[in-house]
């Protein structure tokens, strides 16, 4: 039987889950990386719930994923910022849906949700020492397009300070 998979907006009912997801993110960054989330502003993420940028992936009506986006992303992508992006961040699986290809998902998200907004781009970013994601990025259909040093203080969350990024993107 297969599963049925939605992608739906998070509400302010699910602030509790999105964070505990963060967690468990951050869990499973500590037994594979050097670098870990250093958590998240609550009021950020309500606000990205009011702006309708804060997503749940459900599966048989259980959130199963979840991820953010922005439309703009100054600090990281400098002089492209001004092209008409949907900017994916903060992906994370539940431990008992590993595996299941959501990255795919939002890809095909994105590209439908690109026919009610004009979207040129899909991207995304992940820390530059990552090959596996690195490979897997590539594999569902990003262009790895470079990489990016980000500077101190660049208003970033604070796993971003100092660290070097690489850069993907769809072309729509």
């Given at each position: 039987?297969?599963?049925?998979?939605?992608?739906?907006?998070?509400?302010?009912?699910?602030?509790?889950?999105?964070?505990?997801?963060?967690?468990?993110?951050?869990?499973?960054?500590?037994?594979?990386?050097?670098?870990?989330?250093?958590?998240?502003?609550?009021?950020?993420?309500?606000?990205?719930?009011?702006?309708?940028?804060?997503?749940?992936?459900?599966?048989?009506?259980?959130?199963?994923?979840?991820?953010?986006?922005?439309?703009?992303?100054?600090?990281?992508?400098?002089?492209?910022?001004?092209?008409?992006?949907?900017?994916?961040?903060?992906?994370?699986?539940?431990?008992?849906?590993?595996?299941?290809?959501?990255?795919?998902?939002?890809?095909?998200?994105?590209?439908?949700?690109?026919?009610?907004?004009?979207?040129?781009?899909?991207?995304?970013?992940?820390?530059?020492?990552?090959?596996?994601?690195?490979?897997?990025?590539?594999?569902?259909?990003?262009?790895?397009?470079?990489?990016?040093?980000?500077?101190?203080?660049?208003?970033?969350?604070?796993h971003y300070e100092g660290i070097t990024l690489n850069l993907f993107e769809i072309k729509l």
């Amino acid at each position: 039987m297969q599963n049925s998979i939605q992608v739906q907006n998070s509400n302010p009912t699910d602030i509790d889950t999105i964070f505990e997801f963060y967690d468990l993110a951050i869990e499973h960054q500590k037994k594979v990386s050097p670098k870990q989330w250093q958590g998240f502003d609550r009021e950020l993420v309500k606000e990205e719930i009011a702006d309708g940028r804060q997503y749940k992936i459900l599966v048989d009506g259980k959130v199963a994923a979840i991820f953010a986006v922005t439309y703009s992303d100054p600090q990281i992508w400098l002089g492209k910022n001004d092209e008409a992006a949907v900017y994916i961040h903060r992906i994370v699986t539940h431990p008992d849906y590993r595996g299941y290809g959501f990255v795919k998902v939002i890809i095909d998200w994105a590209k439908e949700y690109s026919k009610t907004k004009p979207l040129d781009y899909i991207r995304m970013d992940t820390w530059a020492d990552n090959e596996r994601l690195l490979k897997y990025y590539t594999g569902c259909g990003f262009n790895h397009v470079g990489e990016i040093k980000i500077a101190p203080n660049s208003g970033l969350p604070k796993h971003y300070e100092g660290i070097t990024l690489n850069l993907f993107e769809i072309k729509l």
